[in-house]
């Protein structure tokens, strides 16, 4: 079965600095992976996805994430957080059947 | 393009009572899905419907039951409320492919179901 793991439930970095979001996944074959966004309130934004061509993948607002086979992970950076990037951030593996399985959630916080 | 929509915003209802909640898809879109995302913890799959037929299901009682109509928007229906029904109901909307797996999909803003 899929799943994945967040490793941190809460995230704190100055404004400027650099973001670092940790996954790891379980797959019994290559997986579909993404980060979705959820802003206090509202629904979740797709950032980015993976789906076996480059291992390298750029999203939306500057964040990119780094498939590596080895490791199992999946971990979600940005060179420089804004005040706007405050937000609770899940990791997600799709299954055979497209079925979206969630992580727990990291809450990252901004602080000025 | 509108996205996906959903309605009602917010609902409340007592125990006992039974619930409607509504999806429209993005356009283009052929296939929903419904999440139920308690406070404080990620989504889980409730059921996903393609050609107007529920086409697999998570681990969720029968009390949760669904429908999709000819121009691809969706019902959630929930009978027998508990109290641990309440919660964020999300749905998502996709295309189904050629070979049939569905393309990545896209979230509404959720409805947010209180139960007392």
């Known amino acids: 079965a899929q799943s994945v793991t967040q490793l941190d439930s809460h995230v704190s970095v100055s404004e400027g600095t650099p973001v670092l979001l940790r996954c790891n996944y379980s797959?019994?074959?290559?997986?579909?992976l993404f980060w979705y966004v959820q802003h206090p309130n509202k629904g979740l934004q797709l950032l980015l996805k993976?789906?076996?061509?480059?291992?390298l993948v750029k999203g939306i607002n500057g964040f990119e994430a780094e498939f590596k086979k080895s490791e199992t992970s999946f971990h979600l950076t940005k060179p420089s957080a804004h005040m706007s990037d405050a937000a609770e951030y899940f990791c997600?593996?799709?299954?055979?059947?497209?079925?979206?399985?969630f992580g727990t959630g990291t809450r990252l916080q901004v602080f000025p | 393009d509108a996205g996906v929509t959903q309605s009602p915003t917010h609902l409340i209802k007592t125990r006992g009572q039974q619930v409607t909640l509504r999806c429209s898809p993005k356009?283009?879109?052929?296939?929903v899905s419904w999440y139920q995302q308690a406070l404080g913890q990620g989504p889980q799959f409730i059921f996903q419907?393609?050609?107007?037929?529920?086409?697999q299901r998570g681990n969720f009682p029968d009390r949760f039951s669904g429908h999709q109509f000819p121009n691809y928007s969706s019902e959630l229906n929930v009978n027998a409320l508990l109290l641990g029904d309440s919660a964020l109901y999300l749905c998502?909307?996709?295309?189904?492919?050629?070979?049939?797996?569905?393309?990545?999909?896209?979230f509404g803003p959720g409805t947010r179901l209180t139960v007392l």
């Open positions: 998502a909307s996709s295309y189904t492919l050629g070979g049939g797996g569905a393309d990545t999909q896209y």
């Open positions: 797959s019994s074959y290559s997986p579909s």
């Open positions: 993976y789906t076996s061509a480059a291992t």
């Open positions: 997600v593996v799709s299954d055979r059947t497209d079925k979206l399985i």
């Open positions: 356009s283009g879109h052929d296939t």
């Open positions: 419907y393609y050609e107007e037929e529920e086409r």
